[in-house]
């Protein structure tokens, strides 16, 4: 088999990484992007500003690929999306010319001849790929209408985009939810400040309580700001606790506890009306109504509640994830939410990701399942690491070289509804919420 190349499934930050390294090595890459251009999800939320800087932001081994070029790394600053794409993603996929093929939905992976079931060679055969493409009329797609695609190992990098969490509390979507997306009433995109016509004068609520929730509580602020009459509920499923607004100025990457501070701020200068305790039953156009009864009557909703992986496509395939996270057994417990303990969490290599099935890795926001807290260095370690594994470098593949920045946030999620366990210990030091943002009523009531 050690003439077939090496399957990327994604052509986003990881899966091109990973690209650069196999040529490094002397392998041979095939990207399979579904989308018409590289990291086409990077591109969908190309106003976002990246909370880790330039340096954190760019592979090594395709910084070594770019130079010849006379490209030259970026090494101030925190670039949005797009601009991540245009200076770096964009030239390094360019780089890897006919290593990356667009238009390619990869729709199952298995191995040659056998089904999950069949034990005998299984690690001989090779992986099978079945691709579904554009029907060729356009140049920039080169994948066939139907193909199978054969590999010598397979790379998962397709990330969670295209999986956003549901509004409902449950993890399914809510009553009325699928019916207010195709409505438009209900969106899983942060709102761009430049364009503030689905939100100015009118009443959003947003949904959810991560690093997405903060970004689109600033760009909602900014644009109240401009455009008077904007109003912005944020609805929370927990208590307000000392992790509510992320780890402050004891996160190592400053411009992500700034998130957290900038939107705690926009609460307790009465900007934006916090509602805690709020799991989401129905949706009823724009109208978001809680389990307890509560209803939230507003004009856009947007939701953003976190990510889970496709594993539809890897059916055939004999995976190990942790059942809750979704995520490579060997780290889901470093990674989830309900245990997470002070500090940072540990880089993750080959030996942390491979699966029953040999030579198949799960990588990059994929490999961290449902769990929020993934950094681009994090996948860049992941795909050196695994890529020597591959090569057949077993000490390169064991050693590690990153150290991930602490989030500044303690302890795991504590009891559900109780601000004062919430923090899992406190151990972290960040400073306790204003009393100001405990004010909001818990008992039914209508927000209008």
């Known amino acids: 088999?050690?003439?077939?190349?090496?399957?990327?499934?994604?052509?986003?930050?990881?899966?091109?990484?990973?690209?650069?390294?196999?040529?490094?090595?002397?392998?041979?890459?095939?990207?399979?992007?579904?989308?018409?251009?590289?990291?086409?999800?990077?591109?969908?939320?190309?106003?976002?500003?990246?909370?880790?800087?330039?340096?954190?932001?760019?592979?090594?081994?395709?910084?070594?690929?770019l130079e010849p070029t006379g490209w030259a790394a970026p090494t101030q600053g925190y670039p949005t999306g797009a601009q991540w794409r245009e200076r770096y993603l964009a030239p390094l996929a360019d780089a890897l010319g006919d290593h990356v093929r667009y238009g390619a939905t990869v729709t199952g992976v298995s191995r040659k001849g056998r089904d999950r079931l069949v034990d005998a060679d299984r690690a001989e055969q090779p992986f099978v790929l079945h691709v579904t493409g554009a029907d060729g009329t356009e140049a920039m797609y080169r994948a066939c209408r139907d193909e199978r695609i054969e590999a010598r190992a397979v790379i998962d990098a397709s990330g969670t985009w295209r999986r956003p969490n549901p509004a409902g509390a449950d993890g399914l979507p809510a009553l009325g939810e699928r019916a207010a997306h195709a409505a438009g009433a209900l969106g899983y995109a942060v709102p761009d400040r430049a364009r503030p016509d689905a939100y100015a004068g009118r009443h959003t609520v947003v949904i959810g309580a991560g690093d997405s929730a903060f970004n689109a509580v600033n760009e909602l602020t900014a644009i109240a700001k401009e455009h008077p009459g904007t109003k912005i509920t944020w609805a929370i499923r927990r208590a307000v606790s000392t992790n509510t607004f992320g780890g402050g100025e004891a996160d190592e990457l400053p411009e992500r506890g700034a998130l957290g501070v900038r939107a705690r701020k926009a609460v307790q200068d009465g900007s934006v009306e916090l509602v805690t305790g709020f799991r989401t039953e129905r949706v009823d156009g724009a109208t978001v109504l809680a389990e307890d009864g509560r209803a939230i009557e507003?004009?856009?909703?947007?939701?953003?509640?976190?990510?889970?992986?496709?594993?539809?496509?890897?059916?055939?395939?004999?995976?190990?994830?942790?059942?809750?996270?979704?995520?490579?057994?060997?780290?889901?417990?470093?990674?989830?939410?309900?245990?997470?303990?002070?500090?940072?969490?540990?880089?993750?290599?080959?030996?942390?990701?491979?699966?029953?099935?040999?030579?198949?890795?799960?990588?990059?926001?994929?490999?961290?399942?449902?769990?929020?807290?993934?950094?681009?260095?994090?996948?860049?370690?992941?795909?050196?690491?695994?890529?020597?594994?591959?090569?057949?470098?077993?000490?390169?593949?064991?050693?590690?070289?990153?150290?991930?920045?602490?989030?500044?946030?303690?302890?795991?999620?504590?009891?559900?509804?109780?601000?004062?366990?919430?923090?899992?210990?406190?151990?972290?030091?960040?400073?306790?919420?204003?009393?100001?943002?405990?004010?909001?009523?818990?008992?039914p009531i209508t927000l209008s």
């Open 1 to 65: 088999m050690t003439d077939l190349p090496v399957a990327i499934i994604g052509a986003g930050p990881q899966g091109l990484a990973a690209a650069a390294h196999l040529l490094e090595r002397g392998l041979t890459p095939l990207v399979l992007e579904q989308g018409s251009e590289p990291a086409a999800a990077v591109a969908e939320w190309g106003h976002v500003r990246l909370f880790s800087a330039w340096p954190e932001l760019v592979d090594k081994a395709a910084a070594r690929l």
């Open 298 to 443: 507003a004009d856009q909703v947007v939701v953003l509640t976190g990510y889970r992986p496709d594993l539809g496509f890897l059916s055939e395939m004999r995976l190990d994830l942790d059942p809750t996270l979704e995520a490579p057994r060997n780290i889901a417990v470093q990674i989830d939410p309900n245990l997470h303990a002070c500090g940072s969490v540990s880089a993750t290599g080959a030996k942390d990701l491979a699966q029953p099935e040999p030579d198949l890795y799960l990588v990059g926001m994929k490999s961290y399942g449902r769990a929020p807290t993934f950094l681009a260095m994090t996948g860049y370690e992941q795909v050196r690491s695994v890529v020597a594994e591959l090569a057949g470098d077993h000490d390169a593949a064991a050693r590690v070289e990153l150290e991930l920045p602490d989030t500044g946030v303690c302890g795991g999620a504590g009891v559900f509804d109780d601000p004062e366990s919430a923090n899992g210990g406190g151990c972290c030091g960040t400073p306790a919420p204003s009393e100001e943002i405990f004010t909001i009523s818990r008992a």
